[in-house]
């Protein structure tokens, strides 16, 4: 078998490049291992460049349908008070609109829908789009990707494949690149539960040892991130389930009577999050795109985001070579080139995001609060926070403002304009550098 592209693996990764690609004319083969929706909770939050990218492959319709618009975080520092509704501390809301573009909200999605959206739109497609189904990427043969489905074995042909297999991916060990795991001191439960209908906001609710991200879903549902010590779920799950029902009630009273629709540890996830990130991108005609390449902190939400991202480069790039007839192998640095620096920069936000919510003691919370409210307090940190998160942009933090940020120095009164945040979002020049040389 035959194609210009073929894709190891159908996440969200895999089925954005495929979509993008037969929406261009490049014959694209994507094969999926599993048969049918996963059971796995994946993340939901799609930031403010996912939407731009998903409106180009002209899908927004369709994912704006089944999604929540979240145009703001809200982060509440509170003292827990057993039996009773907690006291509140602090607020900090923070605003998706401080970013200058017409996409400045973020979208909570479920998963599956996003992925069902994402083929159904390489379906259209369907000269250019072959998606196999319960087809398992087993490796490279004499140069060839061998796949397994239904227990027979076929090999296809291709000018260059795409490892989009998530964190377990056997394009990456073709490529023969470094992995360097790092691990943190916390595991999280996630799991979805009711909401009244007007909880609308995103929301992380903490203490000086608790920590719980709740973001609202379509059809009144949210869903809930908690945390806790790493190595803690066994001791956690002894406890039993009104150790959540009463940690829930008490961190956030609207939401007492929805936990208690959760009736089995089964629909619980233990979600344990760790980082990596390879050297290199793509090797002669391999590349890899999403979880394959790198796995960030579930903190800032940006891990699906990134699969997206890395899938839009990398698609325009390849439909380019081929309409331009340029050897695609020879051109896939300006994937790297493109993504890299930018994943760096965001694998890092996520980290610190982590380390915040990292220590439970007192010192630290106080130190934590003061600095999430002086992102508020001077427009110029909102921006470039919010800027960054929704990956319209880059503007670096300076030591400048960490300092503000860390009460050395005064914040700014002045507002940034939307004028002066130009400069930092990315053009389209940035994005796809090659059709400019
Ligand atoms: C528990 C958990 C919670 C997460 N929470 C969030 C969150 O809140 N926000 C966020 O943005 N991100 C979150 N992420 C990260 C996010 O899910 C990933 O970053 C994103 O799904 C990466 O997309 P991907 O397409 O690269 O990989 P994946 O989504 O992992 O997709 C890989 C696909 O490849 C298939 N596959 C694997 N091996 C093979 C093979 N050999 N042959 C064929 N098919 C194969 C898999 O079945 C899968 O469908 C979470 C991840 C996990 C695991």
Redesign the pocket.
């Known amino acids: 078998m035959k194609t210009d592209v073929f894709i190891?693996?159908?996440?969200?990764?895999?089925?954005?490049l495929a979509a993008k690609l037969a929406s261009r004319g490049v014959h694209v083969t994507i094969?999926?291992?599993?048969k049918r929706e996963?059971p796995?909770?994946?993340?939901?939050?799609?930031?403010p460049k996912t939407l731009a990218i998903l409106e180009r492959l002209g899908v927004i319709d369709e994912i704006e349908e089944c999604g929540h618009v979240l145009d703001q975080l809200r982060f509440q520092e509170i003292k827990r008070r057993p039996g009773q509704a907690p006291e509140e501390i602090n607020l900090t809301e923070l605003d998706y609109g401080r970013v200058a573009s017409v996409y400045d909200h973020a979208l909570m999605v479920p998963?599956e829908q996003t992925?069902a959206i994402l083929r159904n739109k390489g379906k259209e497609y369907e000269e250019y789009y072959h998606y196999l189904g319960g087809?398992?990427?087993?490796?490279f043969e004499n140069g060839m990707a061998k796949?397994k489905q239904n227990k027979e074995v076929t090999y296809i042909e291709a000018q260059v494949y795409i490892g989009?297999?998530?964190?377990?991916?056997?394009t990456r060990d073709a490529m023969n690149v470094h992995v360097k795991r790092k691990d943190y001191n916390h595991h999280?439960l996630?799991v979805t539960i009711p909401r009244p209908e007007d909880f609308t906001k995103g929301k992380v609710i903490t203490t000086s040892s608790c920590f719980l991200g709740l973001?609202p879903l379509p059809d009144n549902e949210v869903?809930t991130?908690f945390l806790i010590k790493a190595g803690e779920y066994k001791n956690v799950k002894e406890k039993g389930l009104e150790y959540l029902y009463q940690a829930y009630g008490e961190l956030e009273p609207e939401l007492a009577e929805g936990v208690r629709s959760i009736k089995d540890w089964k629909t619980v996830?233990?979600?344990?999050p760790f980082t990596y990130h390879v050297d290199h991108y793509y090797s002669g005609n391999l590349a890899i795109?999403?979880?394959?390449?790198?796995?960030?902190h579930?903190m800032?939400?940006?891990?699906?985001?990134?699969?997206?991202q890395?899938?839009d480069v990398l698609g325009e790039l390849l439909a380019w070579c081929k309409e331009e007839g340029k050897p695609f192998d020879e051109n896939l640095h300006y994937y790297e080139d493109v993504r890299k620096p930018r994943v760096s920069f965001l694998l890092q936000l996520s980290h610190l995001s982590a380390l915040v919510y990292s220590f439970r003691f007192e010192l630290w919370r106080q130190i934590r609060s003061r600095a999430v409210q002086r992102i508020y307090d001077d427009d110029q940190l909102h921006v470039k926070q919010m800027l960054n998160i929704s990956g319209l942009g880059r503007w670096d933090f300076s030591l400048f403002d960490r300092a503000i940020q860390g009460s050395m120095l005064p914040t700014r009164k002045k507002k940034v304009t939307d004028r002066k945040q130009q400069k930092y979002l990315f053009s389209e020049e940035e994005d796809y550098p090659w059709r400019y040389e």
Do not use: C, W
């Open positions: 190891a693996g159908g996440g969200v990764g895999g089925l954005a094969a999926e291992q599993l996963s796995v909770y994946k993340g939901e939050l799609l930031q998963h992925k087809a398992r990427f087993l490796g796949v989009a297999e998530g964190r377990s991916s056997p999280f996630t973001f869903r991130v996830q233990l979600m344990i795109i999403g979880d394959a390449a790198h796995t960030v579930p800032a939400g940006e891990g699906m985001n990134l699969a997206i890395d899938a």
